[in-house]
């Protein structure tokens, strides 16, 4: 307990509490992450319980933060367990690594085991009075007083007192996020029209390295003199502007620790889409497969123009989103129709006593911005394509959100009857807002793993963007109840490249998750509100860098990087709707943030990789009939991330 007033349980509860919401997780979240109960923690954030040191240790480590921050980093202040152990902070520095030295006092005979801290964090102790076991609990050290270990923390490891009361200094060293040497090449900033000479010749030798397979290269400058890193970020922009572009590198100026230039493979976007066969018809879907054929043919071959004009004058949501997504990959952002405006959902339950979408996703902005996602209407027209032919069809839709998918999906098939399924109650209500006046689409709030079996089975489901969201075996199972036999499904989908541990899958979401924010960044007018022009200042400035790292073996750092910039960013004061059109991106660019943190914590956001997935999938009852890759992310094979489309038939 804390030894001290109940208002400093209430401070720690509440410290507690604000970093849970700020880091997103929910409290079954951040149960599962640090073995500390949902009870108990409730409780603590309610200011109901005084914690066990091993507790706020446990939620520490999980939270990512130091223990100091926790209890206030106030010096001096005990936490106090019921069998006598205590912990006191008696110093702390945060520069440039942040140490925090503890008093630990344990009675004879106590025995703490610690699990392992975050990675990269070493721990010193010297005993004061005492017999002390402690180190590493495959391998500790006994000390006498006088005596000391220094041991790597991220491992399990223990504190096991003797045969009488025990006192040590525990000093905790936490990593700095740039120990680990990243640039390729260190230079001298440039002085003369020769040192920029080479400095351009690095980087096209460079991009034809990266091209050819090593996928990344970084060179930082360094002994600026006289030279701002501001100035230097605009004069690096200014020389690699000269220099030819290379479609399969992209370059960035990054500006953490030294300004440098990041060179970055980047696969081939996009492939083209399966052919119709009459499934589709009319004249909107034969304008939204030559504006998807458009999407992958050469630049010059069609006239940008006719399609900025498309943007603003058709009716259609898949197919102006499909012009503006041309548009923006030729170098002028655009922003589609029916984007950009937020239309709050009404009051809802306490998100976080429910594990939903909403406990970790701003459903409202997803439903106003999601359509700037790249290959948002592309995959919902490839799947259109495979749609049986049939008037009258009846399908199941399942996750389908505030509904933007299925929208586009009775434009291309006004024919078409759905039951739209999905738990969320606040997309529920953007679905009925949106069909109040579709007597075709029938909406049920419900998870499809709850769903009551149809008499007949359905001859078509489809999920667009929703299989990520839930267990992926008990998905295709839940959906394989409610086909008739030979029925097809259609999932699009996000997916990443295939991973066998924690570190590779985070590494495998950032990399992905960052490819759809820097192939849409943009730069906000200066005379839209200075929070929009920041926000999307900061996310060019530090995302680029972050990539780099996941590419560089260093996903821990780059977690951490983001972690922070998402918590930096959405401090920002904004106004409630974007101040310029081109705003709308940035806070797209957000929904995508907001997903990959939720995916580290693998808590709504549950990726898996397009060959487990098909695996999966055949274990519950379906044939692959048909794969496509929509849009690439990472990795240049077939399997590798982005978004895809798969046709399954239920046998």
Avoid at 97 to 114: C, F, S, T
Avoid at 266 to 274: F, K
Wanted: proline residues 5%; negative net charge; glycine residues 8%.
């Amino acid at each position: 307990m804390l030894e001290s007033d109940g208002n400093q349980s209430l401070s720690v509860g509440k410290n507690v509490a604000t970093i849970r919401r700020r880091r997103g997780l929910t409290l079954d979240g951040l149960s599962e992450l640090s073995s500390v109960s949902r009870a108990s923690i409730s409780a603590l954030e309610n200011g109901a319980d005084n914690p066990r040191v091993q507790t706020l240790w446990n939620l520490a480590d999980a939270l990512g933060v130091n223990f100091g921050t926790l209890i206030g980093d106030s010096q001096g202040e005990r936490v106090l367990d019921d069998d006598g152990a205590s912990v006191q902070l008696i110093d702390r520095q945060t520069s440039p690594k942040i140490v925090e030295a503890y008093l630990l006092e344990l009675p004879a005979g106590i025995v703490r085991n610690a699990r392992p801290h975050v990675s990269g964090v070493h721990e010193h102790v010297v005993v004061l009075t005492g017999e002390l076991l402690t180190g590493p609990s495959d391998g500790p050290s006994l000390l006498t007083p006088g005596q000391s270990i220094s041991f790597a923390a991220d491992v399990p490891h223990i504190y096991s007192a003797g045969r009488t009361n025990t006192r040590a200094i525990v000093t905790v060293v936490y990593p700095r996020l740039d120990d680990a040497s990243w640039p390729d090449q260190e230079l001298n900033w440039p002085r003369s029209k020769t040192d920029w000479e080479s400095v351009v010749s690095l980087v096209e030798r460079a991009s034809i390295e990266v091209q050819n397979g090593l996928g990344i290269n970084v060179k930082a400058f360094r002994h600026l003199g006289q030279v701002s890193s501001e100035k230097a970020e605009e004069e690096l922009r200014e020389k690699i502007a000269t220099i030819p572009s290379n479609p399969a590198v992209r370059r960035f100026i990054i500006t953490q620790n030294a300004p440098g230039i990041l060179s970055l493979y980047r696969t081939p976007h996009m492939t083209s889409l399966p052919s119709a066969d009459g499934s589709v018809k009319g004249d909107l879907t034969s304008r939204c497969l030559k504006l998807a054929h458009y999407a992958t043919a050469r630049p010059g071959t069609y006239d940008l123009d006719l399609i900025h004009r498309t943007v603003s004058e058709t009716s259609s949501l898949t197919e102006s989103a499909l012009a503006a997504e041309i548009l923006t990959r030729n170098g002028t952002p655009t922003v589609p129709l029916g984007v950009g405006r937020v239309e709050h959902s009404w009051e809802t339950g306490d998100t976080d006593a429910e594990r939903l979408f909403e406990a970790r996703i701003d459903v409202d902005a997803y439903e106003a911005y999601e359509l700037v996602h790249p290959a948002y209407a592309r995959q919902t027209l490839a799947l259109a394509c495979y749609l049986p032919v049939k008037d009258g069809l009846k399908i199941l839709d399942v996750g389908t959100g505030p509904g933007l998918p299925l929208a586009m999906l009775r434009e291309l098939r006004p024919d078409m009857h759905a039951l739209a399924v999905d738990p969320s109650q606040v997309a529920v209500q953007h679905l009925t807002r949106r069909f109040s006046e579709d007597p075709a689409v029938e909406i049920r709030q419900a998870s499809i793993t709850e769903l009551e079996r149809s008499n007949n089975g359905f001859e078509a489901a489809v999920s667009i963007g929703a299989s990520h969201h839930l267990d992926t075996s008990a998905f295709l199972a839940a959906i394989r109840e409610q086909m008739k036999h030979g029925g097809r499904v259609l999932i699009a989908d996000e997916m990443v490249s295939g991973f066998s541990s924690r570190e590779e899958r985070e590494a495998a979401l950032i990399r992905h998750h960052l490819w759809y924010i820097l192939d849409t960044l943009v730069e906000i007018p200066k005379g839209a509100h200075k929070g929009d022009v920041q926000l999307a200042q900061r996310l060019a400035q530090v995302l680029p860098g972050a990539i780099g790292m996941a590419y560089s073996d260093r996903s821990k750092a780059a977690r951490r990087t983001i972690r922070d910039l998402f918590e930096e960013v959405m401090a920002i004061e904004r106004p409630m709707q974007p101040s310029h059109p081109l705003a709308v991106f940035s806070r797209f660019h957000l929904l995508e943030l907001q997903a990959l943190i939720a995916g580290f914590d693998y808590e709504v956001e549950q990726k898996t990789s397009p060959l487990r997935f098909k695996a999966l999938a055949r274990m519950n009852g379906f044939e692959i009939t048909n794969h496509h890759r929509i849009y690439a992310t990472d990795g240049d094979g077939f399997n590798d991330a982005g978004t895809h489309l798969l046709v399954m038939e239920a046998v």
